[in-house]
RNA sequence: GGAGGGAUGACCGAGUGGCCGAAGGUGCUCGCCUGCUAAGCGAGUAGGGGGCUUUAACCUCCUCGAGGGUUCAAAUCCCUCUCCCUCCGCCA
């Protein structure tokens, strides 16, 4: 929810808006109903107040009839414009929760394709023999053709190795953020409708989740949003800040829109399994923080020795909480190009404001900036540890950083006669020989 | 799944129709006092919205889990919802 207050004073915070290509007419409609809804406030207020004063009259006062008539009277002029002014606010909500939150003076113009790229690190390489899914095919990382049958395009078993590769870049990715202050949260996947609209998911990416039970609950596209309640209605104290979370969970995301994009493989499925890091911080110190999730982001795609470039997501591209957004793409050698594996965004007090999340200040409270950044998506990860780790004679080779995590260093080639026809097809399961 | 009990300020806890945004206590802040500490004494101490405004002050409305209702008047009565607790049943 964005800061009417500010829309009508602070001209830069309109302008920030408009650069997210906000359709014509909706700030001024919002702007109007705003001004309208205040006055019937007023009206309303004057109303009450004087109802108030007539009751408390008659509290002191005896019994006396005419009071009471005249009480009476007020009473239905003030349900009349209280009425009205519910209906104002309605509509004047319904338009402000479609104002995105404005984009900062330091995100590029544009849209997808206008990200500014910020810095590059690492050695892009040629293609490999076979292109991640392929290969993940052939080693039997993942099965396609039964999960699909039970569950649909999109959907995988990852199995073997693949599956103490998974628990170990979950385990290696949260421990590095424990390391840095992150407190390991492993939270609820399914969540109330008020969750998502808190979160500032709803209304906007109502068709990208799951509902559940009816439209009771829905399943998480990310731990952000269960993250994201944790402090939901609190005022904290300043020392408390930044309280720093790293979540763990399994996502599912509808990816409707995505039709034919990314269809092989596991780059682009509807469940995935993802370590997230969260922070609530201090306004003032929310660029501070920013900088230093995106530097842990750095530290972990890096230390899988991926090459990676850093871009400013251009304000088109931004979505409607994030008022900056940095992602990280990693070079996929198939594709000849970065793709985005990891992003880190910066909500400012937008869905703080809805949350009603606080900071203690010496004289009230102000609302906390949050932040949310990546830290491990499993599956597009392995998409790029296929590509990059894969060796010429076919072996994969595990990334360094997750050997002490996965107990093995390295699994030996498989060719297409290799693979079970399901994982537990009689064949031996298991780490291959140890390296050297 | 069935039956009952509960949710009040930073915390504990009183409050069953008006003088209650709310006793008392704890905590916290400031001051006093006492070699230091502890104790003691005095004062203060909710949040949010709107108006006005440079800020503050001031005015006003809302908030006693959430939403709705009854009433001139609701923390208090009624309904719905959420959550917590106890007992019974069921399943691990």
Same mark, same amino acid.
């Given at each position: 929810?964005?800061?009417?207050?500010?829309?009508?004073?602070?001209?830069?915070?309109?302008?920030?808006?408009?650069?997210?290509?906000?359709?014509?007419?909706?700030?001024?409609?919002? /702007?109007?109903?705003?001004?309208?809804?205040?006055?019937?406030?007023?009206?309303?207020?004057?109303?009450?107040? $004087?109802?108030?004063?007539?009751?408390?009259?008659?509290?002191?006062?005896?019994?006396?009839?005419?009071?009471?008539?005249?009480?009476?009277?007020?009473? *239905?002029?003030?349900?009349?414009?209280?009425?009205?002014?519910?209906?104002?606010?309605?509509?004047?909500?319904?338009?402000?929760?479609? =104002?995105?939150?404005?984009?900062?003076?330091?995100?590029?113009?544009?849209?997808?394709?206008?990200?500014?790229?910020?810095?590059?690190?690492?050695?892009?390489?040629? $293609? %490999? *023999?076979r292109d991640h899914a392929t290969y993940a095919a052939e080693m039997g990382f993942v099965e396609t053709r039964h999960a699909v049958e039970s569950s649909g395009s999109r959907f995988v078993s990852l199995t073997r190795e693949a599956v103490l590769?998974?628990?170990? +870049?979950?385990?290696? $990715?949260?421990?590095? *953020?424990?390391?840095?202050?992150?407190?390991?949260?492993?939270?609820?996947?399914?969540?109330?409708?008020?969750?998502?609209?808190?979160?500032?998911?709803? %209304?906007?990416?109502?068709?990208? =989740?799951?509902? =559940?039970?009816?439209?009771?609950?829905?399943?998480?596209?990310?731990?952000?949003? %269960?993250?994201?309640?944790?402090?939901?209605?609190?005022?904290?104290?300043?020392? *408390?800040?930044?309280?720093?979370?790293?979540?763990?969970?399994?996502?599912?995301?509808?990816?409707?829109?995505?039709?034919?994009?990314?269809?092989?493989?596991?780059?682009?499925?509807?469940?995935?399994?993802? &370590?997230?890091?969260?922070?609530?911080?201090? %306004?003032?110190?929310?660029?501070?923080?920013?900088?230093?999730?995106?530097?842990?982001?750095?530290?972990?795609?890096?230390? +899988?020795?991926?090459?990676?470039?850093? &871009?400013?997501?251009?304000?088109?591209?931004?979505?409607?909480?994030?008022?900056?957004?940095?992602?990280?793409?990693?070079?996929?050698?198939?594709?000849?190009?970065?793709?985005?594996?990891?992003?880190?965004?910066?909500?400012?007090?937008?869905?703080?404001?809805?949350?009603?999340?606080?900071?203690?200040?010496?004289?009230?409270?102000?609302?906390?900036?949050? /932040?949310?950044?990546?830290?491990?998506?499993?599956?597009?990860?392995? &998409?790029?540890?296929?590509?990059?780790?894969?060796?010429?004679?076919?072996?994969?080779?595990?990334?360094?950083?997750?050997?002490?995590?996965?107990?093995?260093?390295? =699994?030996?080639?498989?060719?297409?006669?290799?693979?079970?026809?399901?994982?537990?097809?009689?064949?031996?399961?298991?780490?291959?020989?140890?390296?050297?």
């Amino acid at each position: 929810m964005i800061d009417l207050r500010r829309l009508r004073d602070d001209p830069a915070y309109r302008a920030g808006i408009e650069r997210k290509r906000v359709g014509g007419g909706l700030l001024g409609r919002v /702007l109007a109903l705003d001004a309208e809804q205040r006055a019937q406030r007023h009206t309303v207020e004057d109303l009450r107040a $004087a109802q108030k004063a007539a009751s408390k009259q008659i509290g002191r006062g005896g019994p006396d009839q005419a009071a009471r008539a005249q009480a009476t009277e007020l009473k *239905a002029q003030v349900q009349a414009a209280e009425e009205e002014l519910g209906i104002l606010e309605r509509q004047l909500r319904e338009l402000a929760r479609q =104002v995105p939150n404005p984009a900062d003076a330091s995100v590029p113009d544009g849209g997808e394709d206008d990200a500014e790229v910020l810095r590059t690190h690492g050695e892009t390489g040629a $293609a %490999p *023999a076979r292109d991640h899914a392929t290969y993940a095919a052939e080693m039997g990382f993942v099965e396609t053709r039964h999960a699909v049958e039970s569950s649909g395009s999109r959907f995988v078993s990852l199995t073997r190795e693949a599956v103490l590769l998974e628990l170990a +870049l979950v385990r290696w $990715a949260i421990e590095r *953020a424990a390391a840095e202050g992150f407190t390991p949260v492993a939270p609820p996947v399914l969540v109330r409708e008020v969750a998502l609209e808190e979160a500032g998911f709803f %209304p906007t990416d109502r068709a990208q =989740v799951y509902e =559940v039970d009816g439209g009771e609950l829905f399943l998480v596209g990310t731990s952000e949003i %269960p993250l994201s309640t944790l402090h939901r209605g609190e005022r904290l104290d300043a020392d *408390a800040l930044p309280a720093r979370y790293v979540g763990t969970s399994t996502c599912f995301r509808r990816e409707a829109g995505t039709y034919g994009k990314d269809t092989r493989g596991t780059f682009r499925v509807h469940q995935f399994d993802k &370590v997230e890091l969260f922070s609530y911080s201090e %306004p003032e110190r929310s660029d501070e923080e920013f900088d230093r999730i995106v530097a842990i982001q750095e530290s972990l795609v890096g230390g +899988l020795g991926l090459p990676y470039r850093v &871009v400013n997501v251009a304000a088109g591209d931004l979505g409607p909480a994030a008022a900056k957004k940095y992602d990280l793409e990693v070079w996929l050698p198939s594709e000849g190009r970065y793709r985005e594996l990891t992003s880190c965004s910066n909500y400012r007090d937008f869905s703080a404001r809805r949350l009603g999340t606080r900071v203690k200040r010496a004289r009230g409270a102000d609302l906390v900036h949050t /932040l949310n950044g990546t830290a491990c998506a499993v599956s597009r990860t392995l &998409v790029f540890l296929w590509e990059h780790y894969q060796r010429p004679d076919g072996s994969f080779d595990v990334p360094d950083a997750l050997r002490p995590f996965c107990g093995f260093a390295a =699994v030996p080639a498989r060719g297409a006669a290799d693979q079970p026809r399901c994982p537990r097809g009689g064949r031996p399961f298991g780490p291959g020989p140890p390296e050297g």
